[in-house]
């Protein structure tokens, strides 16, 4: 089965700063999804990168993706409180009928901090 | 649109002991799966079904967990008898085919 691990762990920036998080697999991406979670709670569908070289933005949230390396990186611009929580990546798995875009593999998470 | 919908929210249990977890999926999402969280980690996946038939139970322990989804809707997962290490977050998520999945606000299972 397919590895994703991210990093850092977790994060704890002040406010208005930038950051970046990494997802990196150990097989072949052909896609990736980025979730974020409240703690205790369910997931929330931030964003999809389908090709090699796709990048999406959404508010101050940047996702891209690069196949070549096999990663995936999320950065936040000028972060804010609401932008605390953990963040997942999740890479598709497959059945016998070919790609099943909510079976997912994820990472173990970043819990990012963000003070005021 | 009304959202993956799931109950309880909040369940202790003593070991040994047996539960079950509902899930109400988005109107016409054929696909429903079945999500343990452990504290700390990410999502693995326990089962996956389309309509109501199982597409992937492979890491569903089936010696003490089930799972039915029937009529191809609501979808009821149950653990019996529960174990220490079964304490996690049940999350429901529905999906069309070819799209993300949607997410309900999940089960915390606390077994003791």
């Known amino acids: 089965s397919q590895e994703l691990e991210q990093s850092p762990q977790s994060l704890i920036v002040q406010e208005g700063k930038n950051l970046t998080i990494n997802c990196t697999s150990s097989k072949t991406l052909y896609g990736l999804y980025w979730y974020k979670q409240k703690y205790g709670e369910g997931l929330i569908f931030l964003m999809m990168?389908?090709?090699?070289?796709e990048e999406k933005s959404h508010e101050k949230i940047t996702a891209k993706l690069d196949e070549k390396k096999q990663q995936s990186s999320l950065h936040i611009t000028a972060s804010q409180p609401s932008h605390a929580g953990i963040y997942l990546c999740g890479a598709p798995r497959f059945n016998a009928g070919g790609t099943s875009y909510g079976k997912l593999t994820f990472g173990q998470g970043t819990i990012l901090t963000v003070h005021p | 649109e009304a959202g993956v919908a799931q109950s309880p929210r909040y369940k202790i249990i003593e070991k040994r002991q047996s539960v079950a977890f509902w899930c109400n999926p988005i109107?016409?999402?054929?696909?429903l799966y079945w999500y343990q969280q452990i504290l700390g980690q990410g999502p693995k996946l326990l089962i996956q079904?389309?309509?109501?038939?199982?597409?992937?139970d492979s890491q569903l322990p089936k010696d003490r967990f089930s799972a039915e989804r029937l009529k191809g809707v609501d979808s009821t997962l149950k653990i019996q008898p529960a174990k220490l290490e079964d304490s996690a977050v049940y999350l429901c998520?529905?999906?069309?085919?070819?799209?993300?999945?949607?997410f309900g606000q999940g089960t915390r299972l606390t077994v003791v």
């Open positions: 109107s016409g999402h054929a696909t």
């Open positions: 998520a529905s999906s069309v085919r070819q799209s993300e999945a949607f």
């Open positions: 079904f389309q309509n109501n038939g199982v597409v992937d």
């Open positions: 990168l389908q090709k090699g070289g």
